[in-house]
Structures are given as C-alpha cells and as structure tokens.
C-alpha cells in the first residue's frame, strides 16, 4: 500500500500523462484511465469516477450504477440505468432475479 507520498507522485504522474493526452486530442488509454479511477476511488471521488467510466464509446454502466449506489445517490444511478437500457446495454436477460 502507498503512503502519502506515493499516492502524490502517482497523482502528478497521472496528471501529467492526462494532460498530455487531452493536448494530443485523445481520452486517457486503459491504462491510465485504470489509474486515474483506482485514484478517483481511493479519494472517494464518485463524480470524477464516473466521469472516467463515462470516456470511450461505451459507458461502463454497470460500474457506474455501482459506485452511485454506494454513495447513496439512487436516483443519479437509476438515471444511468434508463441510459444503459436506451443504449441497449440492458436488458431483462441480463438482470438476476
């Protein structure tokens, strides 16, 4: 586990390296969004996690949904739920009863 001082030298390395992707005009790749979300969810930062998830041609609902409901935001979740069903990312067969 990092310390303090490591969590801040991933921090400015991620936001160097995201800032230099967004000044090429591209989204972070996997890698560094996986980076930048491990950081968004050890601060507890639901909206900058969400944000991340929310890049690319797909949203990764699911996690989304997830992270929303553990913040206690229900209605931002179901919200992101109709959006996953009008995108045809759900749908009754893959839901568990």
């Not at 992707?21 to 950081?39: H, I, N, V, Y």
């Not at 739920?81 to 749908?91: H, M, N, T």
Request: charged share 30%.
């Amino acid at each position: 586990m990092l310390g303090n001082e490591g969590l801040n030298v991933c921090r400015r390395a991620a936001a160097k390296a995201e800032a230099a992707a967004e000044t090429e005009g591209r989204s972070p790749d996997f890698e560094l969004k996986q980076m930048l979300l491990e950081l968004a969810d050890h601060d507890v930062d639901v909206d900058r996690a969400v944000q991340l998830l929310s890049l690319g041609e797909h949203a990764e609902y699911g996690a989304i949904v997830e992270r929303l409901l553990a913040a206690g935001r229900r209605r931002e979740a179901m919200a992101y739920l109709d959006r996953a069903v009008d995108e045809g990312c759900v749908s009754m067969s893959n839901l568990d009863y």
